[in-house]
């Protein structure tokens, strides 16, 4: 297949940037959407001229390296899917196709579709854990927790901080991604006792680093590669309000 | 060069209390005197994050590297299948001996007794403190935790968390770091790689890093540095490594005097998706889990281009519950992935190539139902069908081995010391517990037990020996020169100037490694790889191109940094893999076999860890060490 490319090029955060267009033929559609950009950087190096920086590494979904905006949406067409996962088959012969990078005040653009989301870091690190030091831990069994708890809250840690919420949301909202670390700990006994001041403290991080007020629209959950629910949110805002009392 | 007495440092005496008496003879240290020390640790997956959570916790001052902009992005984040725990929660007859026993024997008895059991005795502990951190493993109805089976085991020890234990592991030692990253006790560096050690005195004090956003080359002291830097998987080019996993952390802690240990034990994993084209840039794991309820076969006629569908019961060959009627499906990787090469090698392969075999959930489907698998694999299945655009609730998965994990890497004594003074080594990146064969659902055991547990006494003894390096700087020569040193390379690099792309360098290199010092090596194969393998490296030296600027956000240059060490790693292996004259484990010599195939150990010969020295002149030096077997009898692996 034959495939139109622009891409947004911007040398570093001071740059302007501004979009490049690239024409790729004779694509398989088997290969992965980020070895057509292997396939593309390959070319551009061979002609002496600087390939596309994106972020990835293990290319199998899970690290949440990856993750750029194609067609206007994070990750791309395909529901539940990081980059690294889709396929060219999800696409048609001459199809015009547009990368940029996840757009969020919060997430400066390194280079090109690389986007710095340590903020996701600082959010975590305000709160995002249970304070147990190595050694101190009781005996695995004797804490019991409901199944149905414990797979929730699996779902809820599934999260892979790619940051697609962010970049789907217009208002630039991180509320999905905290929600998801607030609530695989409200369902879980070992995230009681520091409920409060974590989800006070997380909440306060979210907003310092600029992210904004949740819509109540869904883009986050709906473009989520790890289909992480709203629900989340809903858990988080009644976590908030019960601190508060 | 020096030359060294291996001492492993093993405690002697009974085996069950040898790790609670050696710590006790440790020496340790207050929160007060620990604040005094330094300690820099390069690498955040399991092992780093967890070693730097720890030693924060009990007063130390860190400063964690790591090439990724976030911890959690580690490569253990991709460990999917679970983490292996004696505690006998099945009451099936699991122990601290059995595990021990069921490691030993699966890594072909080429590891220490002492590390393996220590290994095994703190297994039951990381199940505790994962699950005090939140980690939402898999639970019963009752709501205790769960458990399946794994390869080459006939218990069923396994903790999970669906298929993504790995992830769940990760993010709670990404935790643990969190919370100190919140106290200052540690200050995370995003985005460098390390490519230099600094001695001081024969002592390791410090490493030069660039930063991968501005290229800034620098030096950073402490008083001791520990590598928790994965493995090197990536020699091959494909396996299921993440993208940049690589070795050159500790290519260049063996040039500074680190001996690397048994660099020719490699795993290649049975169940991963084959190799579709040559862009193809990773290859993607199934977890091994799945052998728990997929049954492997290929059509008993050769050649055949029938659909998996429309090949009869009679006319498939279940090879594995043929030729292992013990273990069937779950016999160690090592074995179900010779057996996979053999049979396709023989014309009985599937799929486009030719070179995968099926793993087939029919059965399971048949008397459990769906839903059941899909509690089970969900993750997995999907994964399966997005790449291989198959539905493998109703065809069977396609399989093949690929590179997946090394047992090999740098020596270290039962301190998880290197050769070098102060320098340590943890989880895939040191050599110390899967001998030549490791088992599924161990390596996050061993990450952890390495982080959490070991090395945080014994980098403490190490440390109270030593004065604190606070008051100093790194405006010494020492660090001066290791900074100039590394600018001059990135120098030469850059200007080389070629017509190369790194990665087509890259993969004539994994080509040579896959098909010599792969699945199965031999003497002829092996000298052709180191005659071939210099020529690569001159390609890279003449011809490598790197387009931009060294000051820069610049993949290129980051990926050629990497090969460099690859190929020089490369000769290594295959000069081990050359001078171990048996088959044991990995390590398949196609002239010492017996008569059914299988490995043919020499433990006359043979029972010892191979610990390479680095020579400028180019000829690595062998030093032995002997492993000695007091409580467990040898024998011939068998799983039949």
């Known amino acids: 297949m034959n495939i139109n490319l622009k891409i947004w090029r911007q040398k570093d955060k001071k740059d302007k940037g501004s979009f490049k267009a690239y024409k790729l033929q004779n694509i398989d559609p088997n290969i992965s959407f980020l070895e057509m950009l292997d396939i593309l950087n390959n070319r551009l190096i061979k002609e002496k001229l600087e390939p596309v920086a994106f972020d990835h590494d293990c290319r199998e979904g899970i690290c949440g390296s990856c993750g750029f905006m194609i067609n206007g949406q994070p990750h791309g067409p395909q529901k539940a899917t990081t980059v690294c996962q889709l396929h060219m088959r999800s696409f048609n012969d001459e199809d015009k196709i547009v990368l940029e990078p996840f757009r969020a005040n919060s997430f400066k653009i390194v280079k090109d579709l690389s986007v710095d989301r340590t903020a996701f870091d600082r959010i975590i690190s305000s709160g995002g854990f249970v304070s147990v030091d190595t050694g101190k831990a009781e005996e695995a069994n004797s804490t019991v927790v409901e199944k149905s708890n414990a797979d929730e809250a699996f779902l809820s840690a599934a999260c892979i901080g790619c940051g697609a919420c962010v970049a789907a949301c217009k208002n630039s909202s991180a509320m999905l991604f905290t929600a998801a670390k607030v609530s695989q700990f409200t369902l879980l006994p070992q995230g009681k006792p520091e409920q409060k001041e974590r989800v006070q403290s997380m909440v306060a991080t979210m907003d310092e680093e600029g992210f904004g007020a949740c819509t109540n629209t869904g883009a986050c959950s709906a473009e989520c590669p790890k289909e992480i629910s709203q629900e989340n949110i809903a858990r988080l805002n009644r976590e908030f309000i019960k601190s508060q009392l | 060069m020096n030359c060294f007495n291996l001492s492993s440092k093993t405690p002697n005496g009974d085996l069950h209390t040898a790790w609670t008496r050696h710590k006790n003879a440790l020496q340790n240290l207050s929160k007060e005197e620990a604040n005094k020390y330094k300690v820099i640790i390069v690498g955040t997956g399991l092992a780093g994050a967890s070693a730097a959570a720890t030693l924060a916790e009990k007063g130390f001052n860190v ?399 190490y440390l109270s020996k030593e004065d604190p390096e606070n008051k100093k700087t790194t405006n010494r020569e020492v660090f001066q020169s290791a900074v100039n040193k590394t600018e001059k390379e990135i120098d030469t690099i850059m200007n080389i100037k070629g017509d190369m792309v790194v990665d087509e360098i890259h993969r004539e290199l994994g080509k040579v490694v896959w098909d010599k010092v792969g699945m199965s090596r031999s003497g002829p194969g092996l000298k052709e790889a180191l005659d071939i393998i210099p020529t690569i490296k001159e390609k890279f030296w003449n011809n490598v191109f790197i387009p931009g600027s060294k000051n820069d956000y610049n993949q290129e240059l980051e990926k050629a940094l990497r090969l460099k060490d690859f190929i020089e790693l490369a000769e290594l292996m295959a000069l081990d893999a050359l001078d171990r004259n048996e088959s044991c484990g990995a390590h398949f010599r196609e002239e010492f076999q017996t008569k059914e195939n299988e490995a043919k150990r020499n433990d006359i010969e043979f029972m010892y860890v191979a610990a390479w020295q680095y020579n400028t002149d180019g000829k690595p030096k062998l030093f032995k060490e002997s492993l000695k077997y007091k409580n467990v009898k040898l024998k011939t692996r068998s799983y039949k």
């Open chain 2, 63 to 461: 400063d964690a590297f790591s090439y990724h902009e976030s911890p959690r992005r580690a490569h253990s984040i991709a460990a999917q299948g679970g983490i292996n725990a004696a505690k006998n929660y099945k009451h099936d007859g699991d122990s601290t001996m059995r595990l021990f026993y069921d490691t030993i024997k699966g890594g072909d008895f080429r590891s220490r007794e002492e590390n393996v059991y220590r290994l095994a005795e703190t297994s039951a502990n990381i199940i505790d403190q994962c699950v005090a951190q939140g980690v939402p493993f898999a639970r019963e109805y009752g709501g205790l935790l769960d458990n399946r089976s794994f390869g080459g085991v006939q218990v069923s020890r396994t903790f999970y968390a669906r298929g993504q234990t790995g992830q769940q592991l990760l993010l709670g030692a990404y935790s643990a770091l969190s919370r100190q990253l919140k106290t200052e006790k540690v200050r995370f560096f995003p985005r460098h790689d390390m490519l230099d050690i600094v001695l001081v005195d024969g002592k390791a004090k410090g490493v030069v890093t660039r930063n991968l956003l501005n290229g800034e080359i620098k030096a950073h002291h402490a008083d001791a540095v520990v590598l928790a830097t994965g493995g090197y998987g990536n020699v091959y080019y494909l396996s299921t490594n993440a993208m940049a996993s690589n070795v050159t952390a500790n290519w260049r802690a063996h040039k500074k005097g680190a001996l690397f240990a048994n660099p020719s034990f490699t795993q290649i994993h049975p169940t991963c998706i084959p190799v579709k084209n040559s862009f193809q840039s990773k290859l993607t794991l199934m977890s091994e889990s799945l052998r728990n309820d997929g049954r492997v076969w290929v059509p008993k006629q050769k050649n055949d281009t029938r659909k998996p569908n429309e090949i009869p019961e009679q006319e498939r060959d279940y090879y594995l519950e043929r030729i292992y009627p013990a273990f069937g499906n779950l016999v160690p990787r090592d074995v179900a992935s010779r057996r996979a090469k053999e049979v396709c090698d023989s014309g009985h392969g599937v799929g486009p190539t030719g070179f995968a075999v099926y793993l087939d959930f029919k059965h399971v489907i048949e008397n459990k139902g769906k839903d059941h698998v899909k509690e089970k694999y969900g993750n997995l299945f999907d994964m399966y069908q997005n790449i291989a655009d198959e539905n493998p609730y109703k065809t069977p998965m396609k399989i093949y081995p690929a590179v997946h994990y090394t047992m090999g890497g740098l020596w270290v004594d039962y301190n998880l010391m290197t050769t070098i003074p102060g320098l340590f080594s943890i989880g895939e990146s040191n050599f110390s517990d899967h001998g030549a064969n490791r088992l599924g659902a161990s390596a996050l055991m061993q990450g952890l037990a390495d982080g959490y547990f070991i090395i945080p006494p014994t980098i403490t003894d």
